[in-house]
């Protein structure tokens, strides 16, 4: 189908997503959400594409978050069906098997920190401003982030970030680990496509076990998250590439990995 609020892409097995609604500064209304929920589900479905990256048109945004014009005048159960297309797009992005990358430049408050928080990595330019400022406008994050946050930074700075709303730059986000790398700006979509196509090198079935093993971690107490990483890696053993990767390494060769 042909988006008229994201632009949908998939090269060399890279599906890239760009939020382009630029001229609110990326803010996701109801038919954005929906539309990438229906992009999500191609890439759930699309065996073709091994890696997912999120981005922001335009100079200014990776995403402003909710639309607020949108929502202002909203009650809770009005609320209630835009929130739980988030929270619907957010599960897709923690639940689906593959790599997810946010490529991050410019203003990300709100939804578009909240999205962060639920890919595998994240890579940020040194413009990057994020935040979650709900706070501000007499809210909180409505989509899981106060479950995340507390989980990647702790709970003493999740709760400063969460009642200051205050903006992180890039290196501070980087120190307390919400991003994986710091770039410059006119670098970032290289360095992205970089590690995008690292990742389309690696076996599609391992990076998805991989994925599946590091997010029941942060379930299951320690005994039970090691079970299950384990049943991961011996269904790995039944796989046409354990056997190739294997091979490779005995060969002194680059494996060709196809996810079978």
Known sequence: MAYETILFEVKEHVALVT????????????????????????CRDDEEIRVVVFRGAGDRAFSAGAD?????????????????????????IENIRKPMIASIHGFAPGGGTELSLCCDMVIASEDAKLGLAEIKIGVIPGAGATVRLPRWVGKAKAMEILMTGDFLDAPEAHRIGLINQVVPKDQLESVTW?????????????????????????????????EYALNEFLLLFATEDQKEGMRAFIEKRPPVFKGK
């Open 194 to 226: 970089e590690l995008a196509q690292k990742l389309t090198q690696r076996s599609p079935l391992a990076l998805s076990a991989a994925k599946a093993a590091v997010n029941a971690a942060a379930e299951l107490d320690r005994d039970r998250g090691i």
């Open 68 to 92: 607020i014009d949108e929502i202002k005048d909203n009650g809770p159960f009005e609320q209630l069906a835009y929130n739980r297309l988030w929270v619907d797009f957010f599960h897709m």
């Open 19 to 42: 939020f382009n609604r630029p001229k609110v500064l990326n803010a996701f209304n109801t038919h954005m959400l929906h539309e990438c929920i229906d992009a999500m589900e191609k």
